[in-house]
């Protein structure tokens, strides 16, 4: 059974600070995603990693993806308030049946 | 381009009431379909999930259950809702097999309380 874990659950960042945090997973996957997710609404997608050392950017945001330690990073460069959600990854089985395990999300608070 | 839809966007309803919320899917066929609990506070938990018009998987027995109609139209029932059956529903899709990519888009979601 796949096992995603985030860590750490709930993160309060000084604004300006760098921050990185952590999803690992427990059986070989190449594809790896990160949602955001504001209080009270749905899910947004963020990153899509479908190889080993993908490296994705957008804004203050990278994510990358080691498929041999089983590990992605999503590091924040210098946090603003606006960043302030819970941020879910999630490791999909390659195969036929297309399911994703989530993890159990990492809310971040931005203070200023 | 694709969207999806849930409706409703919100529900009280009483212990022990039916309970029907649906999701479609516009822009695209075949689609790979699911749905998800979210309890308040908490992380994801996959209720069903659909591969073609006739194939629902259920993931967790509960008193819940799931009904694709038409292809691209996805239905969550319950006959008696529990009080443990509140919480936030997302409906999902992911394009599957056929483009060969797994990443889900989700719907606005429909936020249940049952009392």
């Known amino acids: 059974e796949l096992k995603v874990e985030q860590n750490p659950l709930f993160l309060s960042m000084q604004e300006g600070k760098n921050y990185t945090i952590y999803c690992n997973y427990s059986t070989t996957s190449d594809r790896l995603y990160w949602y955001r997710q504001d209080p009270g609404k749905s899910l947004e997608s963020l990153f899509v990693?479908?190889?080993?050392?993908a490296v994705k950017q957008e804004g203050r945001l990278m994510a990358s993806l080691d498929t041999k330690a089983r590990l992605s990073t999503l590091h924040i460069t210098a946090a603003v308030h606006d960043l302030s959600a819970t941020y879910f990854c999630?490791?999909?089985?390659?195969?036929?049946?297309?399911?994703?395990?989530f993890g159990k999300g990492i809310t971040l608070s931005v203070r200023p | 381009s694709q969207t999806i839809h849930q409706w409703p966007a919100t529900l009280v309803q009483p212990v022990g009431s039916p309970l029907s919320l649906e999701c479609t899917v516009e822009?695209?066929?075949?689609?790979?379909l699911y749905w998800y609990r979210q309890a308040a506070g908490r992380g994801l938990q996959l209720l069903f999930y659909?591969?073609?018009?006739?194939?629902i998987s259920s993931e967790v027995p509960q008193n819940l259950s799931a009904s694709r109609p038409q292809d691209r139209q996805f239905i969550l029932s319950s006959k008696k809702l529990l009080l443990s059956d509140s919480g936030f529903y997302l409906c999902?899709?992911?394009?599957?097999?056929?483009?060969?990519?797994?990443?889900?888009?989700f719907g606005p979601g429909t936020r249940l309380t049952v009392t």
């Open positions: 999902a899709w992911d394009a599957g097999r056929l483009a060969g990519l797994d990443e889900q888009y």
């Open positions: 822009g695209t066929s075949n689609p790979n």
């Open positions: 659909s591969i073609g018009i006739d194939q």
């Open positions: 990693l479908l190889s080993n050392g």
């Open positions: 999630a490791v999909g089985l390659t195969g036929a049946n297309s399911k994703l395990t």
